[in-house]
C-alpha cells in the first residue's frame, strides 16, 4: 500500500483531487464518479423519511432511509457512470467535498435569457418604504441563485414578491402555492402593485401576463418556461406531486417563503425541499421582527381543564379520543364559550380555530353570537339534520357556499364581523389585521401548525397592542395533557410570553361536574 495512503484528506497529496458537477437545469451532474465519490454523495444526500402509514383510524410511523440522488449505469459503456442529483445540493456537496479534500470545478450549462436577470437597482425601494431588514431579503434573493426565506407570518412576503417583479422587469414569473386561498390573496396584493398579473387555479383562469399565479395543484398549466418561481407556504411542497412540478421548471431561479423553519415537517422531507430550492439565504426570528415593529407580539394564555373523569379513556382510536375528548367535550366547550364570551363582551374580535365541522356545531350551541365557518358541502344532507335534531343549530342556520365564505372573510377582514367559529378554511389565506384574541379549541400539536395557526395575530393594526392567543391545558388524559405540553414548547420557541389564567380556578369545580354529551 503506498505511503500516503491514509494522509488526512486535507493534505497535498488529497487536494490535487478535482470534482466536476455540471448544471442543466433544475438538476446537477457528477459526470465521472468512482466509489469514493459515490459514498460521499450518499453520507450527504441521505436522509430518513418518516412514511405516515393509515392504520384503521390510527397511523403508524415507518422511517425509510431515503437517497436523494440517481446513479445511472450505462450498459454498454458508451457513457461513464455519472450522479444526477437536485442543484440546491450544490452548496451542500461542495462544501462535503473540500471538506474531504477535493476541490470542486463548477459548470452551469443551463440555458438562460440573461436580459431576464437584469436588475434595476434604481426601482429598489427607499428606507421609508422598507421594513426592518427587507432590504436584506430582497438583496439575499437578487444575489442568490436559489434559496429558501423564513420569516413570520405578517412579515410582507407579498409586498417583496412585488418589489422583486419591479427589479426584474423583463423577467416572466410564476408564483404558487398550496392553499387557493392564500394564491387569491398574493393576486390581490400584487395586482395593487403591477400592471401585468394572472391567475390560474381550478376555477379561474386568467393567462398570458408577465406574473403569474398558480395554485399548487393547477401548477402543471406553466409551461415551465418563467425565469423566476417564488413559492409561498414552502414547507407544504416536500411532497413527490410538487417537486414533480418544481422539476419541469428548467430555467428558472427558484424561491421559497415559509414562517416554519427545516426540521419543522414531521415527516422530514425538508430535506429534499432543499434539492430544489438550496439553502437558507435569509432568516427573520419572530422577537426579532417584534422588536423592530414589523409585527406584534404575541401572548399566550393557558386555560386549565380538569374533569372528574377522562372522557376519552376507552378511545380506541385517535379519532374517538378527539371526539369525546375535545369536539363533543361539553366541560372543555363549556370552558371555550366562557373565554371567547369575555373577551368578545370586552369589544374584541374573537376568532375560535378547531379541526372538524362537528366541534364548530357542538361550540354554535354555546356561542350564538359567533358565525360558523367553514368548507362549502361540509354541512348539509343527513349531518346537517342530525345536528339540528339536537338542538346544536337552528333550521336556518345558512348554507355554505363558496360566496358565502368569502363575504364572510371579507366581513372579518374589514372587522364588521366580530366572531367567528373556523374550521381550516381559515388557517391560511387570511389578512386579519384587527384580530385581537384567537382560541385554539383543536388541541391539534404540531411545528407547523403551532406556528402558521398563531400567525392569524401578527399582522400590525393600530388599535392592536399584541394578539392574545388561548390555549388550553388538557389535564384529564395523558395523551391531551402531552399535546398541550408540546404546544407550551413550541410557544417557548417562539419567545412567546406564556401566562396561566388562574382567574377561572374557581370555575373548575363547576365544570368539571358537567355532563358528556351522549347523541
Not at 459526470?31 to 465519490?37: L, S
Request: net charge positive; with cysteine.
Amino acid at each position: 500500500m503506498r505511503k500516503g495512503y491514509f494522509m488526512s484528506p486535507k493534505s497535498g497529496a488529497a487536494q490535487g483531487r478535482v470534482i466536476r458537477i455540471e448544471r442543466k437545469g433544475p438538476y446537477i451532474v457528477l459526470p465521472r464518479i468512482n466509489p469514493r465519490i459515490r459514498e460521499i454523495v450518499q453520507n450527504n444526500l441521505r436522509y430518513t423519511y418518516l412514511k405516515f402509514e393509515k392504520r384503521g383510524r390510527d397511523s403508524k410511523v415507518i422511517p425509510i432511509p431515503t437517497d436523494c440522488f440517481m446513479e445511472v449505469n450505462d450498459p454498454d459503456k458508451v457513457i461513464p457512470p455519472h450522479i444526477i442529483t437536485g442543484a440546491g445540493y450544490l452548496p451542500r456537496l461542495r462544501k462535503a467535498f473540500r471538506e474531504c479534500g477535493y476541490s470542486v470545478s463548477y459548470k452551469n450549462l443551463t440555458k438562460i435569457r440573461k436580459k431576464a436577470h437584469k436588475v434595476l437597482w434604481s426601482r429598489f425601494p427607499t428606507e421609508a418604504q422598507l421594513r426592518y431588514r427587507q432590504g436584506a431579503c430582497l438583496r439575499a434573493v437578487l444575489n442568490n441563485p436559489y434559496g429558501r426565506i423564513h420569516c413570520p407570518t405578517g412579515y410582507g412576503k407579498s409586498w417583496m414578491i412585488g418589489q422583486l417583479a419591479k427589479l426584474l422587469p423583463y423577467a416572466r414569473i410564476d408564483i404558487t402555492t398550496h392553499s387557493r386561498d392564500v394564491i387569491e390573496m398574493i393576486y390581490a396584493e400584487l395586482c395593487s402593485m403591477l400592471p401585468s398579473v394572472g391567475i390560474v387555479h381550478g376555477s379561474k383562469k386568467e393567462w398570458g401576463h408577465r406574473v403569474m399565479c398558480y395554485s399548487g395543484k393547477s401548477l402543471h398549466h406553466s409551461d415551465g418556461k418563467a425565469d423566476f418561481l417564488f413559492v409561498d407556504e414552502l414547507h407544504e411542497f416536500g411532497t413527490t406531486d410538487y417537486l414533480d412540478k418544481v422539476s419541469g421548471y428548467d430555467r428558472s431561479r427558484n424561491y421559497g417563503f415559509s414562517a416554519n423553519l427545516p426540521g419543522d415537517r414531521p415527516d422530514g422531507a425538508d430535506f429534499e425541499i432543499e434539492g430544489s430550492f438550496g439553502p437558507v439565504r435569509f432568516t427573520m426570528p419572530y422577537d426579532e421582527a417584534v422588536a423592530h415593529g414589523c409585527i406584534v407580539q404575541i401572548k399566550v394564555m393557558w386555560v386549565d381543564v380538569v374533569m372528574d373523569v377522562n372522557p376519552c379513556e376507552d378511545a380506541s382510536d385517535s379519532t374517538m379520543r378527539n371526539r369525546w375528548g375535545i369536539w363533543r367535550n361539553q366541560v372543555r366547550n363549556e370552558k371555550i364559550a366562557a373565554v371567547a364570551n369575555h373577551f368578545l363582551e370586552k369589544g374584541k374580535q374573537v376568532l375560535v380555530l378547531v379541526d372538524t365541522v362537528d366541534h364548530a356545531c357542538f361550540l354554535k350551541k354555546l356561542l350564538p353570537d359567533f358565525e360558523m365557518v367553514y368548507g362549502e358541502g361540509n354541512l348539509k344532507g343527513p349531518d346537517r339534520s342530525k345536528y339540528i335534531k339536537w338542538g346544536l343549530i337552528e333550521p336556518d342556520e345558512p348554507i355554505m357556499t363558496t360566496e358565502r365564505r368569502f363575504e364572510l372573510k371579507h366581513s372579518f377582514e374589514e372587522g364588521s364581523l366580530r366572531a367567528a367559529i373556523a374550521t381550516g378554511v381559515w388557517n391560511r389565506g387570511v389578512n386579519f389585521k384587527q384580530l385581537q384574541v384567537l382560541i385554539r379549541g383543536d388541541a391539534k400539536t404540531s411545528a407547523i401548525a403551532d406556528t402558521q395557526l398563531p400567525g392569524r395575530l401578527a399582522r400590525i393594526d393600530e388599535d392592536k397592542d399584541y394578539g392574545l392567543l388561548v390555549d388550553f391545558h388538557d389535564q384529564f388524559d395523558s395523551v391531551m395533557q402531552r399535546r398541550a405540553q408540546e404546544r407550551k414548547r413550541r410557544y417557548a420557541k417562539m419567545r412567546w410570553d406564556q401566562i396561566e389564567d388562574h382567574s377561572r380556578d374557581e370555575d373548575n369545580t363547576r365544570y368539571r361536574q358537567g355532563q358528556l354529551f351522549t347523541g
